[in-house]
């Protein structure tokens, strides 16, 4: 019998420790290191009239992990930046959302010709409501929210860009 009591107990100081340190866990906040902008190359807006309406740095999305996170977790971006998604081919896009983004974006959608086909103002942050584009694309470009129409960026503007 005293042998089953000290089971008994024993076992029930695991389990209670077990779960002493699953509500501690539970309680604690989850922590990312910080992200930092990658310049991976320059791009330029251009009117009809091919004047440059903006140079930025761009920090390129090309793999699959790349394109899922996206400026996920990022605090802030500086208003010279963007992260610029490159797909092998030009399609609709549909699956553009903010889970996880801290900061608002305009998204540019812009074709295999290299011209913008479509602008998607003021994303929300943290709204995983899709974010589609209303032409195919086969290029994206995120940047900081309300700056496409700072910079007076309209649909038929030409994209030039470069990586290192």
Known sequence: MRKILRNF???GGIVLLFTACKEEAKNKPV???EITFKKNGELHFLNSEKDTLKHLEIETAISSYEQQ???MYRKQMKENRGMLFIYKEESPRPNFYMKNTYIALDLV???KNNKVVDIQRDAKP???TPIPSQAASQYVLEINGG???HWNLSEGDSVI???D
């Open 109 to 111: 959608y812009i074709n």
């Open 31 to 33: 922590t990312t290191a």
């Open 69 to 71: 996170t996206g400026l």
């Open 161 to 163: 860009f470069h990586l």
């Open 9 to 11: 107990t024993l076992v």
């Open 126 to 128: 943290f709204n995983e």
């Open 147 to 149: 700056l496409a129409k």
